[in-house]
Each structure stands twice: as C-alpha cells, then as structure tokens.
C-alpha cells in the first residue's frame, strides 16, 4: 500500500529541503550574500516556497542555527547520560565530542555564527524581531545544562541561563579559534566552564 503524503507532510519536507538549502548557500556566500532566491534555487523551488515558512532571511538563518543547535544537544545529551560523575575522563569524552563536532561543521559554520551577530548589532530591527528566539534557545540550553549537572549532583554558581548565554558567546569562538589557530581550545574551555560548577 503506498502511503498518502498530508499537506503536513508535504509541507516538513518543504520546510526541510529549504533549510538544508539555505545551510549549504549561507555557508558557502556568508549570511549577508546569501539571497532568499539563491536558498530557494538550491533547493529546488520558488521564492514563494520561502515565505510559507519564514517571513524574513533573519528568521531562516535562526531556523538554521536552531537545527544545529539540536544537534548539538542530541550529540552532547549522548555522551552525557552514561556520565556519573564529572572528572578528567568525562571532559575528555565530551572535549573529543565538541572536537569532532567542531571539525565536521568546519570554521565557515562557525564564522558564520560571528557574522550574524555583527549584522544584528548593526541592524536593531532585526535584532528585535529575532530576540525571542535567542532568548529560547538560551533558556532551552539552560535547563538541558541543569538537568543534566543535577543528575550527578552538581549545581551552577552563576543562574543557568548566564551559563547558556556563555556557552553560545563562546562555541563557535572555540572552533574558530582552534582551527584558525591550530590549537585545541576544547579542552581547556571545558575546564574554565567547570570553574562555575559546584560538584559534591
């Protein structure tokens, strides 16, 4: 029996192909260059196809982030639920982790993190018709990051939603600066976010 596709299903798989699109075009042009025809080309439709889904080139980008941003969570939530306590072993496992992470999305992912952050600092409009996301991806991490130091009986000396903001301050930094540089930034990172948890 062949299965009927739902104008629901028709439209997540739309949704997807355009961010899998507009992933590769913004990678490759960079976030300002980046056109909304270009994304829409790459994967195959019209711009109209766009504007179902996003209302501006701002909310793709964050669409985006946001999905790669899961599959960060999806990777380190991996490693981290067979973890029992926090020591030199663990930091490895997870430094190995963000390193490969890091290495597979490659320094242009991750420039451009520090271009969209530019263009908004320069654009207080679309800083504000994106704030909300920011603020939910922050808080989303936040408790992932809770939950998780609760589990082995640790706790933040600082709220959690500072140590999120930290932590996305400084993740495409790291890559950046560890490939750029030629130096491996993962684990030492780790051990200056460890300073603000307190473990039993």
Known sequence: MVERWTKERRLERTRALLLDAAEEVFAEKGFAAATLD????????TKGAIYKHFSVKEELFLAVSDRYWRRYFDNFAEVLSTVTAVGPHELDRVAERWRQLGHDRGAEHAALGHEFTLYLLRNPEARARVAAKRLEVAEELAGFVAENLERVGGSLTITPRAF???????????????QLDDIDLYRPILEMYLSVVKLP
């Open 38 to 45: 270009d994304i829409a080309h790459a994967a195959g439709y």
């Open 164 to 178: 999120a903001h930290v932590l996305i301050a400084t993740s495409d930094s790291v890559i950046l600066g560890s």
